[in-house]
C-alpha cells in the first residue's frame, strides 16, 4: 500500500490541483452540468441513458445517491471529452424518482430531449498540435446541444414540424460547420479523419417510451439469473483435477434465492463470469496522485490511470444492474466496463475495519467511454470528507455489473489501489 505521493509534483502540477479542487467543489455542490444520466457530447446509450422505474419509488440504501440531493450523475470535461460519475452506482434518490415519474412504469427518463450522434469515438488519435483547436470545437458541439435542449424545453410544444424546422435544422448546420473545422484541424498536421459530416443530423428522443431492459441489457442476459440456464447438473461432472472437490458450479443445489440484479445480500448468482482476457490485455489502474493531507470538508482531487480497461459500460446497481451481465471483452480482447472510486475513514490503523457494511464518506463510478490498451489518465473531484482522522482512498476496476475483471492467472495483481489521506 502507498502512503506518499512522492516528489513528481511541481509548483504548476500543484496550481494546476488547487484549480481543478475548487472545479470540483463547484461542479458538485454547484450544479455545474448536473443532470441525471448526461450524455457524452450528445452520445445517447441506451444502457447509460435509459432508467427503469418501478411503480414504487422505494428508499434507497443508504449513502446510494449524490450528496445534498443532487442528481444522480454528473459530468466534467476532462482532455477532450466528458467524463460522467455515477453517484452510488446509478440509485436514485426517491425525490428524483418522483420527478422522472410519468404515473406508468416503466418509464424513459433522458438526459436532454436532443439526441446526436458521438463525435469523440469517431475521431483518430488527435496530434498534440490540434488538440486544443479540436477540445475547444468538441466543447462548442455541447454548447450547441444544451441550446437545442433549451429551446426545446421552451417550445417544443410546438410539434414536431417546428421542432426539425426551428430546432434540429438549424442545429445541423451549426454541427456541420463545427465538424469540418475538426476534420481541418486534425488535417493540417495528419491525415484527415472522414466522414464526420455524417455526424452532424440530431434526433429528438421520444419521452416516456418503455425501457425494455436497455438499462440492464437484458436481451443479452435472458433468464433473469435463472439458475437453470447456467447447466446445474454440471455440478456431479467431476472435480476437474481439483484435490478439494467442487462444492458448487452454479445455483441449482443453492437454498438461496435467486439474485435478482438489485444489491441484495443471502442470493445466489447464476449469471455466467463471462469472458476472461489473456493475461497481457486484462486491466491494470493506479492513482497516479493524491495529497497527503487535507482539511476537514475540503475539495481534493485524485488522479487515477487506467490501461486495458474500456471505459464504456455501466449497468446502474440501483436499476438492477448488479451483478446482471456476463464480462465481455472489445475486438481487442480487452474488458468493458468502469471503474470505482471510494474513500472511507479508518477507525483504527492496526486491525482490519470491523463494520465493512458502512458506507463510505465517498463513492463514486466513472464510465465515460474512453480507455483502452494505452494507459490515459481521469480526474475524481472528491468534494470533502466530512470528520478528521485517517481516511482510505480506493479505486478498483469493474465489469459492465461491477464485478473486479478476471484475470488469466490467479497470480497476478487486480486493477485496484489504495492511498491513505490524513484529514484534520
Known sequence: MRRT???????????????????????VFGGIAAVTQISSAGERRQSANTRTVSSNCVQPSPGATSPGGRTSTTQTWQNGRWVRNHWGDGQMSVAECQSVKAGSAPVTTLASGVSCPDVTSRLPQI?????????????LLKTQIDEANRRLAAEGNKGQGFINNAIL??????RAAVLDRIAIAIGRVAQRPQGLDQLATCTVAAQGNANNGGANNGGQNGGNNNGGNNNGGQNNNGNNGNALGVLAKDCGNSRLQPHDGFQNGNRCVSTAFGEVGAAANNPSLLITQFPNQVRRNQAFTLRVSTRNLVRDRFLAAGQGGYYLESSVLNGQGLTRGHFHTACRMLQSTNSAPTNPEAVPAFFVATEDGRGGGQADEVVIQVPGLPQNGTAQCAVWAGDGSHRVPMMERANQTPAFDVVRIQVN
Open 5 to 27: 505521493s512522492g516528489a513528481r509534483r511541481s509548483a504548476g502540477s500543484a496550481r494546476s490541483k488547487r484549480l481543478l479542487a475548487a472545479v470540483g467543489a463547484l461542479a
Open 169 to 174: 435544422g438549424p442545429l445541423a448546420g451549426k
Open 127 to 139: 496530434p498534440a498540435q490540434a488538440r486544443n483547436e479540436v477540445d475547444r470545437n468538441l466543447a
